[in-house]
Each structure stands twice: as C-alpha cells, then as structure tokens.
C-alpha cells in the first residue's frame, strides 16, 4: 500500500524537467509562429489615378489590366467593376457584352453578376471619384487583387 | 509659352538651391541635431535649413527637402498653416488664399490651396488617414507637393515620410524607410518594435535550463538505462578510453564547434525567410528582420555570434590537436580535413559578412575579391569567376549567396561528418596505447553525452547573453560606386590579412603568404618528427616539439596581427 503512494523524489524531479523541457518547447513553437508572422510586402495601392475625366476614352469604356478594372461612363456618372475572378482570382477577358473566365470558365455580365460558375459571387463594384480639378480617382480599398 | 518657361526656371532654382543646401549641410558637418522644439519662437533666421550630422540620416535628408519643398505651407514644424505660422509671412501674403497667388485667381504657373490652408503634419490628430509609413510615403510620391504634383523622386518621398515620423516622435532611425520595409511602420499606432524580444529569450533560457535538469538525471539513472540510451546517445561509442574524455585535455573545442555549427544551420535557415539576395532588396531585408520581425534580432544575432565563437572554437581546437600531438598517425589524414574546414568556414564568415550588402562591408567587396586579381596567371578568371562579372553587383551577390547557403555550407557538412566518422575510425581521438596487462579505464557514453550537454549549455548561455547584449553589426545600405571610406575594415577574422597588406606587395602578403601557413601547417604531421605513441592524450608531448613551435608561432603571429588590426 505504502508504496503506491509514494512518488520518488528522483522521478519527480525527473519528470519536472521533461515537463518544462516540452514547455520550453511549445513555447518555442509559437515563437516560431510569431516569427514567421511578419508580412514584408507593401500593401497594395489603395486608389489609382485615371487620369483627367475630359481624356475618358470616347467609347465610354476604360479597361485598366494594371488594377485590374474596367471603368464604364454613363449618362449618370462613372460605374467601375474588378476584373478579378471571384472564383480563384485569374483576371477575366470581355467577351462581347460580358466577361469570360479564361481558368475555369466562369462568366459574368457587363454589370458582374454571375451568369455561369463556377464563381458564385459578382465582381465587386469599384468607387469612382471625380476630383475638383476634374480628376477621375479610382478606389479599391486596396483590396482588388 | 511664358508659364513654361517660368517653372523650368523655377525648377533649376529649386535645383540650385538644393545643390547649396547640400554643400551647406557638409559644412555644417559634425554640429549636432538641434533641438527642434528651440526652432519655434518666430524670429529672422528660424526657418533656416536644418543642420545635420554627417552622414545624413534618411530623415536629415528628409529635413533639407522639406525646407525647400514643404515648410512654406506646412511649418518649420509641421504644424501647418496656422496663424502662428502665418504671422512669420509679410503681411500681404499672410493669406494665401486671399493673396492672389494660390486662391481662384490663381495664375497658370500657381496652385490653388484648399482654403482652410495646409493640414498639419504633427502633432495629436494628424495625417488621420494614413494607418502605416507605407500610405504616407505613397501618398507623398503620387500627391505632393501640391505643384508641380509627382515631382519627387522615390528616395525623396521616402526621407520626408521618414522626417515627419520624426517630427511625430515615431521615427525608427536605424531603419532606412522604402516601399519593402514601410507597410510595417504604423504612423497612427505605437510603433512596436520588437525590442521586446525578452519571451523569446526566455523561452530559449527555460530550454537550456530544463535539459540542464533533464540531462543531470539522465546520468543518475545508473547503468542499465545508461546502456540502452537514446538516439541521440547511439550517435556516440558504447564506452571511451576516461582519457578521451577528459575536458582538460579536449577543452571541448571540436564538441563546441559541432554546436555552433548546428546553431547556424538552424538560425540561418530561419533568415532565410526573409533575406531577399539583390542589391536593392538585401540591406533592406535585414534592416526589416533587425527591427520589424518578431524575434528577428534575437535570430540574426545568435546567428552572427555563433560564427564568431565557431571561428574561435576551431581555433582552440586547431591549437590543442597542435599542443598535444594529436595529429600523429593515423590521425594525419583528419589534420588536412579539419584545416580544409577551417579555410571554409572563414569563407563562409565572409560571404555571409558581404551578405549584409551594407555600408560595412566595403574593405570585403573591394579588398577582398580584388587580391584574387592579384594571383598571377589565374587571378583574373577566378575574380570573375567569384564576383560573377567585372565589378561587383547583383551577380556578385546572388553568387555570394549561393555560396553561403548552398555550395561552401554543403562542403562543410560533408567534410564535418566524415571528419567526425574519421575521428571514430581512427579509434576515437588521440589517447596513449593500453597499458600491457593493465585494464584501460572506460567512460559509459551516458557519461561523455552529460559531459556534452553541459558543454552546450553553457555555450548557449554565452551565446544567448552576447545576443543580448551585443547587435550583430548593421549600416545604411550599400551605395554602389561609392567610395571606400577611410575607416573601412576587413571583418575582424580576416584583420591579419588587412595587416600584413600594408607589408608590401599584395599577392606575397594577402594571398601566398596565408596560403602558406595554412599549406605549412597542414605539412605538420607529414615533414616533421610526431609525437611517440605512448606520449598521446597529454598536452606538450616531447615527440613534435618542432611542430608545435612552428604551429603555435603561426597562430600567436595571426593572433598579434589582429589585435593590431584591431587597434589601428
């Protein structure tokens, strides 16, 4: 009976340090995860000039593969959407009216609404600003791509 | 055709007005920085240019630019264009809007300013909408000055944001701000630096402690559990002769440099994460692992320490296989493989010295590689060959990197384990042949394993506290085609050479001479008398007393000779 209770003093000591040594070691881990957590890379730019309004392309229709957006002018103002497949992100193509996916062939309509999947969500409408010196500046949030 | 004409000459003003500046702040020289709080009682000479301390720092370049471009509707000190401001203007201009120069009327080669003036740039509340120095300098590069727009350059973008962090106390002076590094530096938040690296250390310390206590009880489990072992025991022989393991007689150098080894490999994988190997990238890099990454100090630190006491350990190590004659047969063979290691260890300290592509490592890239022009015949090729071209650059640097992570760290790991296998081969390192009918004295491997780690605990307490107390050394990025500065210095571990060059000339000095010493030393065992069997495993055995003169004379001579180097 004695002898169940008792816990030598060695074994204690002996398991105290594999107890801190597997401490050490998760703690080790999520210092690892933190230093793995740093992201260098700049964010990308959250606005992109387009350039005086009265240069607007005739057509009425600005294709930006830089952003990538497209930029329509109506009679109400200016309407922009991303080009940016909400599926896995390849920048979709015009086709006619609407827009083809050219990875998995999704496709959308001139306003981004989803005409076939796989995508299930539209491409995002983009801000338009017209500045007082007769600027257009486009908003993204810095979150196109 | 008459507005033009008038910004092109204002554009030269501008130009000439810098260029005066400049010549201004490297007259001004050494004066210091200024307390900036004693510029703000209005009077003649306040909205001077401001002095600064050679070299300027990003944001004393900031300072000049700022002066020339932006204070007149920003402030001296970024307050803005408030009435305290205004009142240092002559009267008819103190409204700008009202002035006929920057209201509707504004003429073609004007501007119009928002009435409500220029925001402040400091201060509680300001540049609301930029959340990191990255924003900023964005916005400085594509919106400002408001005329002509985007006529700043890059690096000028840069040092403004850099001046207005510190016109906000939120300046990171060791860190030179670019499109890299920026997103990190919060302008709106408190900027946190991980200079509280201490969870870190902590948790390093708690780990060396523990298999600190972990290892004592191991050795006091008696024998039957010392027999079977783990792995880590199974990489060591059964039993060795108690002489071989005796620290008094190995001092544990060649044990230490298998650990420092092992601490580079480890800290330099992590660097690797965030080094980006071209020269517009690599100084940068760093700076960002240095002041930004979580526990990225503490990691380049361990890393650079560990090669400098792994060259002193390899030293002692190369001292005491001299001292006690331990390159005797059959251990000739191993001598040449642990020189072959230490030759390239030092060219791994020095690529990963010229890794850092900062301002330090001038002497390097430019001594260095040219006393390989030196060499007659193949001096050129192996020059083009090593730097990748006809001068330094982007080539010279990938080149450097792939040596350093790839072809010098593959040797090394090949040649140290087959040194280790050599040592185990030649029965263990050098001890007397047993005694004729007298049993030799063996230690359990539980016993060298313990002796081991407390080796390597304690080194790790050495490294941890150096890392701690002693950054690894950092500088302004590199300029390319800069000039060599007077002060420039070999890496301390190549000081003998930058020495003995000042003797004469540089092929004999820099490169045949250290070449020769090594080839000497390595012609030990082979030319000269080695110690007696019987004489192994003590220090000063009579038997190579000639080789230890000549190896000890080379060490004190390369020792001397660093110390001098060090001192000049």
Redesign the interface.
């Known amino acids: 009976m004695t002898e169940e209770l008792t816990f030598p003093r ?1 074994a204690f ?2 398991l ?3 107890i ?2 597997g ?3 998760i ?2 881990m ?3 995860v ?10 990308s ?2 606005s992109y ?1 387009l350039g005086p309004a009265a240069d607007f392309p005739a057509s009425g229709e600005l294709i930006r593969l830089d952003i990538p957006a497209i930029i329509y002018k109506t009679k109400d103002g200016y309407l922009a959407y991303s080009l940016v497949c909400t599926h896995l992100g390849c920048t979709v193509e015009k086709d006619g009216e609407n827009f083809n996916c050219p990875c998995h062939g999704s496709r959308f309509d001139h306003n981004g609404s989803v005409l076939k999947g796989p995508a299930t969500k539209r491409l995002p409408a983009l801000k338009v600003v017209l500045t007082d010196q007769g600027k257009l500046i486009l908003e993204t949030g810095g979150k196109v791509k | 055709m008459r507005s033009r004409y008038q910004s092109l000459f204002i554009a030269i003003a501008v130009l000439i007005l810098l260029g005066g500046l400049f010549l201004f702040a490297r007259t001004v020289g050494a004066s210091p920085h200024p307390d900036p709080n004693s510029l703000s009682t209005p009077s003649a000479d306040r909205p001077g240019p401001v002095p600064t301390v050679y070299p300027p720092s990003q944001a004393d370049n900031g300072a000049q630019v700022y002066w020339g471009m932006c204070q007149d509707c920003h402030g001296d000190r970024g307050q803005g264009l408030d009435a305290e401001w205004r009142s240092t203007f002559a009267p008819e201009t103190q409204d700008c809007w009202k002035s006929g120069c920057h209201g509707d009327d504004a003429p073609d080669n004007s501007f119009i300013l928002p009435e409500a003036g220029a925001p402040a740039l400091a201060g509680p509340g300001a540049l609301p909408q930029f959340s990191t120095a990255f924003e900023l300098g964005t916005y400085i590069h594509e919106s400002m000055p408001f005329f002509p727009t985007g006529s700043l350059s890059e690096d000028q973008a840069w040092e403004l944001t850099a001046q207005i962090l510190s016109f906000n106390d939120k300046g990171v002076p060791e860190l030179s701000l670019s499109g890299t590094n920026s997103a990190a530096v919060p302008v709106n938040q408190e900027i946190k630096l991980p200079g509280t690296e201490l969870p870190g250390i902590l948790i390093l310390s708690l780990f060396l402690i523990s298999a600190a206590g972990y290892i004592s009880q191991l050795s006091k489990q008696g024998a039957a559990a010392a027999r079977r072992g783990n792995f880590y025991h199974h990489l060591h022989p059964a039993t060795i002769p108690e002489t071989q393991s005796k620290f008094s007689f190995t001092l544990g150098a060649g044990g230490l440099s298998i650990f420092f080894s092992l601490v580079l490999l480890i800290t330099g994988a992590l660097e690797m994460y965030y080094y980006l190997p071209s020269p517009a990238g690599a100084a940068e890099s760093i700076q960002t692992l240095t002041h930004l990454v979580p526990y990225g100090n503490l990691i380049r630190n361990l890393h650079y320490w560990s090669a400098q006491l792994l060259v002193i350990s390899m030293m002692v190590h190369l001292a005491r296989v001299i001292l006690t004659g331990a390159y005797a047969p059959p251990r000739k063979f191993n001598f040449i493989l642990g020189l072959i290691l230490l030759v390239l260890i030092l060219l791994l300290d020095f690529t990963g010295y010229v890794l850092r592509w900062d301002e330090g490592i001038r002497w390097a890239l430019i001594v260095g590689t040219n006393l390989l022009k030196t060499i007659p015949g193949v001096g050129e090729g192996l020059y083009n060959f090593v730097i990748g071209g006809s001068e330094p650059g982007a080539p010279t640097l990938i080149r450097f990197y792939a040596w350093h992570i790839f072809g010098l760290t593959l040797a090394v790991a090949g040649i140290t384990a087959w040194h280790i296998f050599k040592v185990r081969r030649d029965g263990g390192i050098s001890a007397p042949p047993p005694a004729r009918g007298k049993k030799t004295k063996r230690v359990p491997r539980a016993e060298l394993v313990s002796k081991e780690v407390i080796a390597m605990i304690i080194a790790g307490v050495v490294l941890l506290l150096l890392s701690v107390f002693i950054p690894a050394p950092i500088d302004r990025p590199l300029v390319e085609n800069g000039a060599l500065a007077g002060d420039s210095q070999a890496p301390w571990f190549f000081l003998w050479i930058q020495e003995t060059l000042q003797y004469g000339d540089p092929f004999l000095w820099g490169v045949a001479l250290p070449l020769a010493a090594v080839i000497l030393l390595g012609l030990l065992p082979y030319i000269l008398p080695n110690a007696k069997k019987e004489e192994l495993g003590r220090w000063l055995p009579s038997g190579n007393r000639l080789g230890q003169i000549i190896g000890v004379t080379i060490i004190a001579i390369i020792f001397l000779l660093t110390l001098l180097g060090g001192l000049r």
């Open positions: 060695r000591l002996r105290s340090a594999k801190s040594l401490l050490a070691g703690l080790g999520g210092g690892l933190r230093y793995f957590s740093h992201i260098p890379a700049g964010n730019p959250s000039d």
